[in-house]
């Protein structure tokens, strides 16, 4: 019985990973445009979106659709600034579902979510659950940006932040 059970188990998963894959492809050509660049993303498991990368994978064990999308790397001055307002934003659950975390190896700040990957088998709905934390990554930017590395261009006010 309890290998009957354990097949049972083995064939959902599978059939979970399928859709999620195929519901991940439609949802990438619709947000791309592109098939090309859809399959691209697909093979490199990651999409620029918002004006942030925003990376997925899927856990075998628990079946869970993880998202994690860049903000940035905080400067060295004012890292316990970004660190802040990434632990007010998880406090106050300012962007429901949504966490802001260190990404161990790059110290970059790293918005992420995570959702059953069995609800998002509909390409809707990951289109939605991506570009939900793309856009919540692209305000978490913003917020951040007097405390982040810039790209070249003029200096931020920090006076404002």
Known sequence: MSRDLSQQVARMAEQVTADFKQ???QALARLLGDDAAADQALADSAAV??????????????LMAELFCDIGLPELAYTQDAY?????????RSFP???IGVHAESDRLVATSAVPAVLLADDTACVNALTTLAT???HLREQAAPYLQRVPGPAPDRAQA
């Not at 979106?49 to 628990?62: K, S, V």
């Open 23 to 25: 519901a991940l492809a």
């Open 84 to 92: 802040r307002l990434a632990l007010e934003a998880n406090l106050n």
């Open 49 to 62: 979106l918002e004006g942030g990368t925003l990376a997925w994978r899927l856990d075998p064990g628990t």
């Open 97 to 99: 579902g949504v966490y």
């Open 136 to 138: 919540h990554a692209r």
